[in-house]
């Protein structure tokens, strides 16, 4: 069965400070997807990256980036010169290939509080 | 702008007193999801709708049930609420996958935090 951990249960950073979310996970699957989500205070998930097993590149965004590595198994999270509306709690998430091809829900990791103070 | 749409954001209810919380998308997306969240844990699926088709987790309790009636509305109906149902309920949606892509991003709506008495 799959597992997503993310070890950091709570992380605290003065703005401006560059802060890594880590997410490691496990699949017996060799095509596998995963994902970052932010949750803000009001409920919402909000969707920042997908990526598939097929593809180690890593991905910058702005301010954000994603480091991808298959042989630890890991999927990071780096916010460069951290806001204080970067505040969330963050999910990393796993989606294995449902067989026959079909839609399979999220195993999410327990998420990582980040607080960046002002 | 295409969306998830829940209603109501918060609904209190007493304890046994079936509930039913809505979705609704304009996505046109082919699978819905319905996630529980309880306070500080991650989302937990519950089950989801490929087109008319519904698949229920293992864990999922009995107490659980859902319905879609056409493709933009799911709804997630709590027959006898417990105390331990209190949660936020995020309600998810995808396309449906194709060869290229077996999986594809869900959308979260922005979840019913629901309160049992």
């Known amino acids: 069965a799959q597992k997503v951990t993310q070890a950091q249960t709570e992380i605290s950073v003065v703005e401006k400070e560059d802060v890594t979310l880590d997410c490691v996970y496990e699949?017996?699957?060799?095509?596998?997807?995963l994902f970052w989500y932010k949750q803000p205070p009001s409920g919402e998930l909000v969707f920042l990256i997908r990526?598939?097993?097929?593809?180690?590149q890593n991905e910058i965004s702005g301010r954000y980036s994603w480091n991808f590595q298959k042989s630890t198994s890991s999927f990071n999270f780096t916010i460069t010169a951290s806001q204080v509306v970067d505040s969330a709690v963050y999910f990393c998430?796993?989606?294995?290939?449902?067989?026959?091809?079909?839609?399979?829900?999220?195993?999410f990791g327990k998420g990582t509080h980040l607080i960046i103070q002002p | 702008d295409a969306m998830v749409i829940q209603n109501p954001r918060y609904q209190v209810t007493q304890f046994g007193k079936p509930v039913t919380l809505s979705c609704s998308q304009t996505l046109n997306h082919n699978v819905m999801y319905w996630y529980q969240q309880k306070s500080s844990q991650a989302p937990k699926l519950l089950f989801h709708?490929?087109?008319?088709?519904?698949?229920n987790e293992a864990d999922t309790p009995d107490n659980f049930q859902s319905r879609r009636p056409n493709t933009s509305f799911c709804f997630l109906d709590i027959r006898s609420p417990g105390l331990g149902d209190a949660a936020m309920y995020l309600c998810?949606?995808?396309?449906?996958?194709?060869?290229?892509?077996?999986?594809?991003?869900?959308?979260f709506g922005p979840g019913t935090r629901l309160t049992v008495l």
């Open positions: 998810a949606t995808s396309r449906v996958p194709g060869v290229a892509a077996p999986t594809d991003t869900q959308y």
């Open positions: 998430a796993l989606s294995e290939m449902y067989s026959g091809g079909g839609a399979d829900g999220l195993t």
């Open positions: 990526r598939n097993s097929f593809d180690e």
């Open positions: 709708y490929y087109d008319k088709d519904f698949n």
């Open positions: 699949t017996r699957d060799t095509t596998y997807y």
